[in-house]
């Protein structure tokens, strides 16, 4: 059997974060918490995650600022992203400020179902499998 997914989930909304942590759990997902950017950089160096949901407006670093950080530069991580947004127009925004990183690999646009959220990470997962 093979080991479970890990998911490192980054929102400063506790409200969300709780929801997030609970319904990934429950699907068998091994999940970490971040509640800004500085944290969930430290976070992602020692948990190692196989895929990032990624809010965009938080305090102390950006999830632009965040993104930008892992999929720049010289060696790009290649751990997928899942925007998380409730702000309008929020990731035409965040897509004009990556500069030279990729684009994420997925979008979810707050308030989501758990059904959304699970079939966009179900996708994200598939599709990385299926690259290698």
Do not use: C
């Not at 925007?83 to 990556?98: L, M, P």
Request: proline fraction near 8%; glycine fraction near 6%.
């Amino acid at each position: 059997m093979s080991e479970p997914k890990k998911i490192l989930v980054i929102d400063d909304e506790p409200d969300v974060t709780g929801y997030l942590q609970a319904w990934l759990s429950d699907e068998g997902y091994t999940v970490e918490v971040a509640n800004n950017g500085v944290e969930a950089l430290e976070k992602f160096k020692t948990f190692q995650p196989d895929l990032i949901t990624l809010d965009v407006v938080m305090p102390e670093k950006t999830g632009v600022k965040f993104y930008r950080e892992i999929k720049s530069g010289p060696k790009p991580s290649p751990v997928p992203v899942i925007i998380i947004t409730g702000v309008s127009g929020e990731f035409k925004n965040f897509i004009s400020h990556r500069r030279s990183a990729p684009a994420p690999e997925g979008y979810i646009q707050k308030p989501f179902s758990r059904e959304d959220l699970l079939n966009t990470i179900r996708s994200v997962l598939t599709k990385q499998a299926a690259s290698g």
